[in-house]
């Protein structure tokens, strides 16, 4: 009874040839006793002529075994335990044999390359290979002696105690333990395995924004947050004031929301201004219509209006459209041709008092001397990032006495750049009534751009922007400063990216304008020392907005110098300080003004 409680009757998986035997009639049955029988057997037996083993031999349903191989079976419990008599083989023929080889052969490949089970009549073959009959090699005995199933009463190999195989039984090489004996041996069945240690992150460098954040909402604030987040259910705005629907504008605008819908929104008979920020959506028709539908307008910027076609200006040059207009500003027209811009300069040219266009690659020299001839009061003359204009430009521009701004802007390409000649006699013609003067980019123009054009004419600039000059020198800025009149009460100076200027320039540019200056652009100054630095907070007491990213000696006490003078209060409301690594954490704030960019290494912070 022994033998046959050492195998219980769970069954795996067959192969294609068992179960078509089986089909048949014909079974294999196989156990560990009834194998190892099989396999001392075929030892003996002699191989027929073909040579093929006995082992090919199938045994017919009847076929019983020897005494020593009987198999385990839970329906024969109560059998008695006399040999049954021997039976003869019966051996399959070659066409047969042949014929069940073809038929697994193509339920193999109906399988498409997965890999079947191994047969039963091959099951004595490696053992130990098997993982389910194989040794535990761990501390569990989940795959105990194939002889001993769970549930089962076994004896400890340690003390002789007997007690019940579970899955967590512990075996070595005497043979099972008890639970008692298991945990003697320093083998825990019930422990869980540890988690492997997860490796930390290596630390990020982050930028912080120190801002401040409004505590408590206003009301008009939070119906206007509502009123953009739903424009397109909304039917009118009512009266409520062009400061608030310019608000809305901006909102919608800036989440690309403005469409050819919800843009009469902000339509009305009574606008003499109107200011779309984002016309990306709004199509040649919109642009027409917008004439129609705000006929007294006086003042129009078009942002963004990349879709506009000729037929919108040709439309607009007709005499009953835009009667009023008198400044008209336009981003990015790329799609208008200059037949539509000269029509429109005829027409219209004569009312004009501003024009001002950016990202016009078609409009040419000899639109610009229609816009001359016909817009003799012109006031504001914007020609940025025009990639056409070059020298020869400013002959006719140099005949507009009127001008207060000028914006010759490059597209910073670098292709084309005006010299410090032409500019030089541009200024000798117009420089004395400039207020603004706008040369970004123009990277050929050197010192005396600035000495004999800039400080020698101008004597009412309010705003000077020269960035990205790289031929432009410290000494060469700080003489400008020096030699410009006092009557140029300049409030925003913008020479950020000039990679050569330094303390020198600062020193003169705070000394001629700190007191006036609302914002100051300085980035990229990296030569510039902190005791320059520090002067900003002294003399600059005014300004709102400051940009020194990237300038090098920028630390902690600088900082502190902007943000709480020795004298006074600040009214600085913005700070960028991109690109200074030596700000730490720790750097001094105030309630009210908002620090942009300061880096953060997490790792100096856990030293």
């Not at 009266?239 to 403005?258: E, H, P, Q």
């Not at 020193?507 to 914002?519: M, Q």
């Not at 907005?545 to 630390?555: A, F, Q």
């Not at 300080?577 to 912070?605: A, H, K, S, W």
């Amino acid at each position: 009874m022994s033998q046959r409680r050492g195998r219980n009757n769970i069954t795996g998986p067959t192969s294609a040839l068992t179960s078509f035997l089986r089909e048949h009639g014909i079974t294999a049955r196989t156990s560990v006793f009834a194998q190892r029988t099989n396999i001392t057997d075929s030892q003996d037996e002699p191989r027929d002529e073909d040579g093929e083993d006995a082992e090919d031999q199938i045994e017919g349903p009847s076929q019983p075994h020897e005494r020593g191989a009987e198999e385990y079976a839970s329906d024969n419990l109560d059998d008695s335990e006399e040999p049954n008599p021997p039976k003869k083989k019966r051996k399959l023929t070659k066409a047969v044999e042949e014929k069940l080889k073809a038929k697994e052969r193509a339920k193999m490949e109906k399988k498409k390359g997965r890999k079947s089970m191994p047969d039963d009549d091959d099951a004595d073959d490696d053992d130990e290979d098997d993982p389910y009959k194989a040794k535990s090699k761990g501390v569990m005995a989940q795959a105990l002696e194939s002889s001993v199933p769970i549930g089962t009463f076994q004896n400890c190999a340690t003390c002789g105690k007997k007690f019940t195989v579970t899955k967590y039984t512990v075996s070595n090489d005497s043979g099972l333990l008890c639970h008692t004996c298991a945990k003697a041996s320093g083998a825990d069945p019930f422990k869980r395995q540890a988690a492997p240690r997860k490796r930390k992150p290596a630390a990020k460098r982050v930028v912080q924004n120190f801002e401040e954040v409004e505590a408590v909402r206003p009301l008009t604030g939070m119906c206007i947050n509502i009123i953009s987040k739903y424009i397109d259910h909304v039917d009118e705005l009512g009266d409520i004031g062009a400061v608030n629907m310019d608000r809305i504008c901006k909102i919608v605008s800036k989440t690309r929301n403005l469409t050819e819908e919800n843009v009469r929104l902000f339509y009305g008979v009574s606008n003499h201004s109107l200011v779309i920020y984002d016309s990306t959506n709004l199509q040649p028709d919109t642009f027409e219509t917008m004439a129609y539908l705000n006929p007294n307008l006086e003042q129009l910027a078009l942002h963004m209006c990349g879709r506009m076609e000729s037929r919108v200006l040709e439309h607009w040059a007709q005499q009953s459209q835009l009667q009023h207009i008198k400044r008209i500003e336009l981003l990015g027209p790329f799609l208008v041709r200059e037949e539509a811009w000269k029509l429109f300069l005829r027409e219209k040219g004569p009312q004009l008092t501003g024009f001002l266009i950016t990202n016009a690659p078609r409009f040419t020299r000899e639109c610009l001397d229609i816009l001359v001839e016909n817009a003799s009061q012109l006031q504001e003359l914007r020609l940025a990032e025009v990639n056409q204009i070059e020298d020869s430009w400013l002959e006719p521009i140099a005949q507009l006495t009127s001008l207060n701004n000028l914006d010759l802007a490059s597209d910073l390409s670098g292709r084309k750049s005006l010299s410090s000649a032409a500019v030089i006699d541009l200024l000798k013609a117009i420089g004395g009534n400039l207020a603004l003067l706008n040369l970004n980019g123009h990277e050929d123009l050197e010192d005396d751009a600035l000495t004999e054009g800039i400080a020698g004419n101008c004597q009412r600039l309010e705003e000077l922007y020269l960035r990205l000059l790289p031929m432009i020198t410290d000494a060469g800025v700080a003489t400008l400063f020096k030699d410009l009149p006092r009557t140029n009460r300049l409030t925003r100076i913008d020479m950020s990216r000039c990679h050569g200027l330094s303390s020198l320039a600062l020193t003169a540019l705070l000394d001629h304008s700190g007191a006036t200056l609302t914002f100051l652009g300085i980035n990229s100054w990296k030569d510039a020392d902190e005791m320059a630095l520090n002067g900003i907070g002294e003399k600059a007491k005014k300004l709102v907005e400051l940009d020194i990213g990237w300038c090098r000696n920028v630390n902690d006490l600088v900082i502190g110098s902007l943000l709480k003078p020795k004298k006074g209060r600040t009214q600085l409301k913005t700070l960028s300080c991109f690109g200074c690594n030596r700000i730490t954490n720790d750097c001094p704030r105030q309630i009210g003004v908002n620090i942009v960019g300061v880096e953060t290494d997490l790792r100096r912070q856990r030293l």
